[in-house]
C-alpha cells in the first residue's frame, strides 16, 4: 500500500518562507499527479497546488507568485516552496496523489487518490 508523508511545517512570521515536503512510499510504479490541499478552521480544504507528471502545475489564485509546487519523480517526493507568507496562509496542509498504480503482494494495483496525514502551517507575529 501507498503512504504519503508530510515534513516542513511550523511556526513562520508574515513574510517568512516555509518548504513543505511529502514523500509517498511503497513499490510505487507511477503517480499521474502530486498536490497541496490546504483546510483552514471553518473552512472547506482547497486546492493550493498541483503538479503532474510530466511537470504541469495549477495554483490557487491567492498564492500564484508566492508559492512554488515541483516533484521529485525518482523520489516520488512533492515539494511546496511557500514565500512571503500571510497569516492567511495558516491551515493544515494536506498533500495528496491521484491514480498511483503500485506494487503489493506480487500484485500490480492501483489507488484513484490517496491523503498524507496533513502538517501545520501557521503564519503569525
Known amino acids: 500500500q501507498v503512504q504519503l508523508v508530510e515534513s516542513g511545517g511550523g511556526l513562520v512570521q508574515p513574510g517568512g518562507s516555509l518548504r513543505l515536503s511529502c514523500a509517498a512510499s511503497g513499490t510505487i510504479v507511477s503517480i499521474a499527479a502530486m498536490g497541496w490541499y490546504r483546510q483552514a478552521p471553518g473552512k472547506q480544504r482547497e486546492l493550493v497546488a498541483s503538479i503532474t507528471s510530466d511537470g504541469r502545475t495549477d495554483y490557487a489564485d491567492s498564492v500564484k507568485d508566492r508559492f512554488s509546487i515541483s516533484r521529485d519523480n525518482g523520489k516520488n517526493t512533492v515539494y511546496l516552496q511557500m514565500n512571503s507568507l500571510k497569516p492567511e496562509d495558516t491551515a493544515v496542509y494536506y498533500c495528496?496523489?491521484?491514480?498511483?498504480?503500485?506494487?503489493?503482494?506480487?500484485?500490480?494495483?492501483?489507488?484513484?487518490?490517496?491523503w498524507g496525514q496533513g502538517t501545520q502551517v501557521t503564519v503569525s507575529s
Open positions: 495528496n496523489a491521484d491514480r498511483i498504480m503500485y506494487w503489493y503482494s506480487a500484485v500490480l494495483r492501483s489507488d484513484s487518490r490517496s
